[in-house]
Structure formats: C-alpha cells, structure tokens
C-alpha cells in the first residue's frame, strides 16, 4: 500500500529553527509537495522537489532523498503566524496525490 | 478570477437530506478535484476531472455521492441521503493539468455538518 509518514504534532519556540520531517512509500515517484493549512482554512502550496537535494524559499526550505524515500521542511527565524499545519503530499506513478495526516506545528513565545 | 471559490462555505443539515457543494476553478485550469478532510487528516481524495471528463473516482466513494462538470468549468458535488459520518471540509482544488508540477490550488472549502 502507499504510505506517508510524519509526526502528529511538533513544538517550537519564536525565532528558532524547526525541521518537520517526511518519509513516504509509494507506487512511483514523480514530486514531493509541501503544503501549509492554517486551522479551518485550505491548504496552500510551499514547496515541490522532484530530484534530491535542498530548494530554499526565503525562510522555509526542503530537502529530498529519493533512494530513502525520505524529505523534510525546514523553517527558520520562526514567527508566531507559522503555528499552522504542515502537509507533505507525493504524486504518485498515477499522477494522484498521496497526503500525509499532516504535523501540527506550535509555535511558543 | 482571484482563485478557486466553493460555496457555500458551511452547512448544517439533518440526516437523510441531499445536500450540493459548488466550486469555480480558476478560469484557465483543465483539471479540478474533490477532497475531503476531517480533523487531523491529510486530504482524502475524491474524484477529478480533465475539462468535462470525470477520470477517476475514489472506490471509498459510495454511489451517494456523485460529481459533475458539465462545461469544464465549474463543477458540483452532490450528496444524497447524507449521514453523520459524511461531516467533513469538502475541498475543491484545481490545476493547469499540461506542462504543470501537479500543483493544486486549493479553495476555501465547504465545511459540512450532519446533525
């Protein structure tokens, strides 16, 4: 079966750095998409890698590795408007997108 | 066109009444998608379209359910006889779907609750 895995929930303080991470099996590979969801709004896209390495973004980058099925989304200078939820999503060999249940990020004073 | 628009963005129905989602891609968009999330989910997919095309559809989709784009443009989801396991967000989402990373643009949604 296609799975993505990331951890429920993740705290951290303003200004700091935080690395939420990914790992995913899936019937084919064809990009890995981060997304961010504020509570009770939709989900809006960060980041998309389809070849390993780091994309950087302003403060947010991600990193993949295809051969460990693995990726993460690094935020740095954390604000308090970062507490949201953070979605890594695969596009599989259908072209169908697998999403993980999301990591709820908090962010403390 | 500013985005992906959905209405109505919440309704309360009771059990065993039909209800219909409505959502307008953004204009240039071939491809739209029905989601749906509950609380602590990731997106659960639904059904998609290219242009007025119903391509796939989720087997955990019950024949309740059923989704059309008559046009290619917008496209309706409708619910009959819903149930309380049917409460939800349903989300709409579209994409260019030729020469695209698979990017999807997200509405606002509809949130759904089945008294």
């Known amino acids: 079966g296609q799975n993505i895995d990331q951890p429920t929930e993740m705290t951290a303080t303003e200004g700091a750095i935080v690395q939420i991470n990914c790992t995913y099996q899936?019937?084919?590979?064809?990009?890995l998409f981060w997304y961010q969801q504020h509570a009770g709004e939709a989900p809006t896209f960060l980041s998309y890698?389809?070849l390993d390495g780091l994309e950087e973004k302003g403060r947010f980058s991600s990193f993949l590795s295809r051969s460990k099925g693995y990726s993460y989304l690094l935020l740095k200078e954390l604000q308090m408007k970062d507490s949201a939820s953070y979605l890594c999503?695969?596009?599989?060999?259908?072209?169908?997108?697998?999403w993980g249940a999301g990591t709820k990020l908090i962010i403390k004073p | 066109d500013t985005g992906v628009s959905q209405d109505p963005r919440h309704k309360i129905t009771k059990r065993g009444q039909n209800v219909t989602f409505r959502c307008d891609p953004i204009?240039?968009?071939?491809?739209l998608y029905w989601y749906r999330q509950t609380l602590g989910q990731g997106p659960e997919f639904l059904t998609y379209f290219q242009n007025e095309a119903q391509l796939e559809k989720s087997r955990l989709l019950s024949d309740r359910f059923s989704a059309e784009r008559p046009k290619g443009s917008f496209s309706t989801l409708e619910i009959q006889r819903t149930e309380q396991g049917d409460s939800a967000m349903y989300l709409c989402a579209s994409s260019p779907g030729t020469g695209d990373t698979g990017e999807l643009f997200f509405g606002e949604g509809s949130r759904l609750t089945v008294l």
């Open positions: 890698n389809v």
């Open positions: 899936t019937s084919g590979f064809n990009g």
């Open positions: 999503a695969v596009l599989d060999s259908n072209y169908q997108l697998i």
């Open positions: 204009s240039e968009h071939n491809r």
